[in-house]
């Protein structure tokens, strides 16, 4: 993902998902899943259901008094030795990585995978002031190579096979590698080794940030994260104000759920905790460390009560893994760089709804990303609201669906709340329709209807419930 | 910049309702369990070793300083050590890795080397701050004497550190930690699932972790 989206067309993104997708999707999802469900049942349910209500409790307290955390966070950091930066949106977040790159005349920047730089873009901006950027993620190295953004938040590359990621190599590295996923690691980590040696700057995100200490938390299992924050002289970690727990004691809750509900691990391989830069020369580490506190958007999720669990998210992925919609299209289909059920309600409030109104939509509403959610998000009860809020509007946004589509809605509920217009209304239906159906069934619709009837047959309307009924109760 | 931090402490107040400086709380109970209560230290060493062992990780258990001598000795050779840099900490002296390492020809490189050279290491060797039984987890703090890129850049990552490093649970390690201005929680050696789901391990950091359990110097 190289530039922020303006425009989520989720119908059509969807239609575009290849063949392919669904599987390799499901194959990754039900590995997890089984993964996580094992450690879950070792743990005990009850164990479980109270760490996921203290994961919640934590969480939600952190984002209810979220200023004053952030305040905490920013004097513990800076008495830390570290700069933090405050950025209001995307923008103003580029500007100042590109400042603190031009200080340094940074010429290559390394990356840990971060949701919030592929949320503003940051890779494009650096490359387009003429500096080099690499994702070190093996993941992510591979569809940045292959000019892609990550297909899902944990697994960025699971859609693409190891022969395509072979040919990958071959054109974009200019070596001949067997297609066996340890040689193609192997070369990824020779490859990757010189540049986080030659790096100028890192880039990290965060998974947490301790307003007791002030203290970074990354999750990774690769060991590119502490690369990034540990080789080349500078680093910046860019963090959504979200992000904030009060203390260390609250920390332990959320990497117990993490870990767990993220990838089936009791502890991902490397869990690290960064507060400030190195006190002496002889720890080793970077020179300089800034923190960049990012809002674009988050401010606006907390206006409303009823969404503003939304940004409690841990960013597991265990949502992504469950949904049924997910398991079907992929995170592509989603348009921004977090997908998932979690994705649809982050992004749909980020970006707005005129720009992401399609993403509330893009969910059954059968709430199992709301039984597997690690912090209890009620992630269907925001999609409603969400839903409200692109056909209605609300006291934050205006609507944002088509005319045509409120007044079939408000249409609708004239015609299923009048009794006589509704029997009325079945009865000229039920004429209508006669000419046109086969064995219960109808093959083709006149416009504007027929897009239902392009790929699947509609059933023809029975019409005599009530009828029905009566013969019934008889 | 002080009107970005002005303007977005001021949204986040105004849509929580809040007003600057008031009281906050204290913070949910952590739903923390127990705590752990810790079984005899043998088999406390046993099951951390057991972890470990599960996660692809190489684990010994020492006595003597002999002990020591030959498990260096298989490692350097198993390895094709030529190389190695180590923390400077009292433990490690006391056990004499240092001297045991260069008697065996390896030649020994200053973690506060360049960078370059740290990385041209096979073996980095640490001790341990702390060490989780239940989930084999090792808990390393930066400090002058405890150099960051020991446990990273070198191919190899051994760790060696006496019964007394270990902790019930991450609620003790923590109390000590988080005063710390870096640590790590490295559990197992680095590994990825990133290519069709195949657990592949060492990727950017250590291919190969070795937690050894050796008694007070």
């Known amino acids: ?48 259901q109270t760490l996921r209500q203290a994961g919640h409790d934590l969480r939600l307290h952190a984002i209810n008094h979220l200023d004053h955390y952030l305040e905490q966070a920013e004097r513990q950091v800076t008495k830390a030795g570290g700069h933090v930066h405050w950025a209001r949106d995307a923008e103003e977040a580029r500007r100042i990585v590109l400042e603190i790159a031009g200080q340094h005349r940074a010429k290559l920047v390394v990356k840990s995978k971060s949701m919030a730089t592929e949320e503003i873009g940051l890779n ?69 080794r010189e540049e986080f040696l030659a790096a100028d700057l890192g880039v990290s995100g965060g998974n947490f940030l301790v307003a007791e200490t002030g203290t970074i938390v990354t999750v990774t299992n690769e060991g590119n994260g502490r690369m990034c924050c540990t080789v080349p002289p500078v680093h910046v970690a860019v963090v959504g104000i979200d992000k904030v727990v009060p203390d260390w004691e609250s920390l332990t809750v959320l990497l117990k759920l993490l870990a767990r509900s993220a990838t089936g691990q009791k502890l991902s391989c490397y869990t690290q905790f960064i507060s400030g830069p190195p006190q002496t020369r002889e720890e080793t580490g970077p020179q300089e460390m800034h923190l960049i506190l990012l809002d674009n958007g988050r401010s606006r999720i907390l206006q409303t009560p009823e969404c503003r669990e939304t940004s409690i998210c841990i960013r597991c992925g265990a949502c992504l893994n469950i949904c049924p919609v997910y398991n079907h299209v992929g995170g592509y289909a989603y348009g921004y760089p977090i997908s998932g059920p979690t994705g ?24 199992a990303c709301n039984d597997i959610c690690p912090v209890k998000i009620p992630i269907t009860e925001i999609l409603l609201h969400l839903r409200h809020r692109v056909v209605e509007g609300d006291e934050l946004e205006g609507a944002a669906a088509p005319y045509a589509l409120r007044m079939g809605a408000q249409a609708g509920a004239v015609a299923f709340g009048t009794t006589w217009l509704y029997r009325f209304g079945s009865q000229v239906l039920k004429r209508l329709q006669a000419p046109f159906v086969r064995e219960g069934w109808m093959a083709k619709l006149p416009a504007p209807l027929d897009r239902w009837t392009t790929s699947r047959p509609f059933p023809a309307f029975a019409a005599d419930f009530r009828q029905w009924w009566r013969r019934r109760s008889r | 910049m002080n009107s970005a931090r002005e303007e977005i402490l001021g949204k986040v107040r105004e849509a929580l309702g809040r007003r600057p400086g008031t009281a906050v709380p204290s913070v949910p109970p952590s739903a923390r369990v127990g705590p752990r209560k810790a079984g005899d230290p043998e088999a406390e060493i046993a099951q951390l ?107 190899v990552h051994l760790a060696i550190f006496p019964p007394r490093a270990l902790q019930v649970d991450l609620h003790q390690a923590f109390a000590d930690a988080k005063d710390a201005g870096y640590s790590v929680l490295v559990t197992g050696p680095s590994r990825t699932a990133d290519i069709e789901l195949t657990l592949t391990l060492g990727v950017h950091g250590p291919k190969a972790l070795y937690a050894w359990v050796m008694n007070e110097p």
């Open chain 1, 1 to 48: 993902m190289s530039q922020v989206p303006t425009s989520i067309d989720f119908r059509a993104n969807s239609q575009q998902v290849p063949p392919k997708m669904p599987a390799a999707v499901q194959k990754a999802t039900a590995k997890f899943l089984g993964n996580r469900a094992a450690l879950v049942e070792a743990l005990g349910n009850d164990l479980w």
């Open chain 1, 124 to 192: 494009h901006a650096l490359e387009s002031a003429g500096i080099r950027v690499l994702e070190t993620d093996l993941g992510e190295y591979i569809v940045q190579l292959k000019g892609m953004g990550p297909a899902h938040i944990v697994v960025p590359a699971f859609h693409l096979s190891k022969e395509e990621i072979a040919e990958l190599f071959h054109e974009k590295l200019g070596v001949d590698a067997p297609a066996e996923a340890e040689k193609l690691t192997q070369i990824a980590r020779m490859k990757l």
């Open chain 1, 344 to 367: 649809a309600i982050f992004a749909s409030q980020i970006l707005g709804v005129k720009a992401a109104g399609a993403l509330p939509f893009a969910s059954t509403l059968c709430g």
């Open chain 2, 49 to 155: 070793l057991a972890e470990i062992g599960k996660l692809s990780g190489a684990t010994r258990r020492l006595g003597s300083q002999d002990d020591l001598r030959v498990a260096l000795a298989d490692l350097v050779k198993a390895e094709a050590v030529t190389k190695a840099t180590l923390w400077t900490t009292p433990d490690l002296a006391a056990w004499d890795v240092a001297g045991t390492l260069r008697t065996l020809g390896v030649e020994l490189v200053s973690p506060q080397a360049d960078k370059h050279l740290v990385a041209a290491c096979e073996l980095g060797v640490t001790g341990v701050d702390a060490a989780l039984p239940e989930t084999g987890t090792l808990l390393l703090r930066s400090a002058a004497d405890r150099p960051r890129v020991v446990s990273l850049l070198p191919r």
